[in-house]
């Protein structure tokens, strides 16, 4: 949809074909008559270019944020690409080894890491084999397997779309369309509260309590499923902890 309604006066020079364009769809989603039994659906992953307009109630007015996959939704993927070749897979391949390496990874970053490793497996196998006769080409090309060393290889090559930076970018532009006014107060205050405290443990480890304090907000502020009472009582106790003198 950012593609179609872009926040009018963004591009210059345009014709105002731009603004036509949205106008028009505008007009169409409010309509002159009631449309029974029909459902707008759009997607976008730049919902900070879609004009405001489009968002008001009657129009676009449900929204759904789909975040990248977590653990289980990378687990289910690897399922759907590895499961065709499950009877070429030897037994030092743990899907779930490759799901904690994976972190960051979308879809197409995970098909491609498969793909990668088929790619490994088959030079391998072109490698070993290339003097040998046809026949015997042939017949071995029935015991190529994926080993945990192609896939460990297609890693150093396949990098993830995204990293925390990125994932936390998207996350904020869907807050401003899923949550009240109020909600958004209480997550953009604990994620300034979580600026701070890690501005205070710059150069400490993992281990210390505060920056796990902060870490613990921070997977709170981000989380699937928000819990706005708890980020409110996280955020007062990482607050009170800065203020007092270490």
């Known amino acids: 949809m950012d593609a179609l309604v872009p926040v009018r006066g963004s591009y210059a020079g345009s014709s105002h074909v731009t603004e036509s364009v949205v106008s028009q769809i505008l007009t169409e989603l409010d309509g002159l008559e009631e449309l029974k039994n029909v459902v707008v659906l759009a997607a976008t992953n730049r919902p900070d270019m879609i004009d405001t307009a489009?968002?008001?109630?009657?129009?676009?007015?449900?929204?759904?944020?789909?975040?990248?996959?977590?653990?289980?939704?990378?687990?289910?993927?690897?399922?759907?690409?590895?499961?065709?070749?499950s009877d070429l897979l030897t037994d030092d391949?743990?899907?779930?080894?490759?799901?904690?390496?994976?972190?960051?990874?979308?879809?197409?970053?995970i098909e491609a890491l498969v793909r990668e490793a088929k790619l490994a497996a088959m030079r391998e196998f072109i490698t070993v084999m290339g003097e040998k006769t046809d026949q015997?080409?042939?017949?071995?090309?029935?015991?190529?397997?994926?080993?945990?060393?192609?896939?460990?290889?297609?890693?150093?090559?396949?990098?993830?779309?995204?990293?925390?930076?990125?994932?936390?970018?998207?996350?904020?532009?869907?807050?401003?369309?899923?949550?009240?006014?109020?909600?958004?107060?209480v997550l953009e205050e604990a994620a300034a509260v979580v600026r701070r405290a890690e501005l205070a443990t710059m150069g400490v480890g993992p281990e210390d309590e505060l920056r796990q304090q902060a870490d613990a907000l921070r997977k709170a502020v981000f989380a699937r499923k928000k819990d706005f009472a708890a980020l409110r009582d996280q955020t007062t106790a990482l607050r009170e902890r800065l203020d007092t003198p270490r």
């Open 54 to 85: 489009l968002l008001r109630p009657g129009r676009l007015d449900r929204h759904v944020y789909v975040p990248p996959p977590d653990e289980e939704g990378r687990k289910k993927i690897f399922d759907v690409y590895l499961g065709r070749a």
């Open 136 to 185: 015997e080409r042939a017949d071995a090309a029935a015991n190529i397997r994926l080993t945990k060393v192609h896939f460990d290889a297609a890693l150093e090559k396949v990098r993830g779309s995204l990293d925390r930076d990125a994932i936390e970018a998207s996350e904020r532009q869907a807050w401003e369309m899923i949550y009240t006014q109020d909600q958004r107060s």
């Open 93 to 109: 391949i743990s899907t779930d080894d490759l799901v904690a390496q994976t972190d960051g990874f979308v879809g197409a970053d």
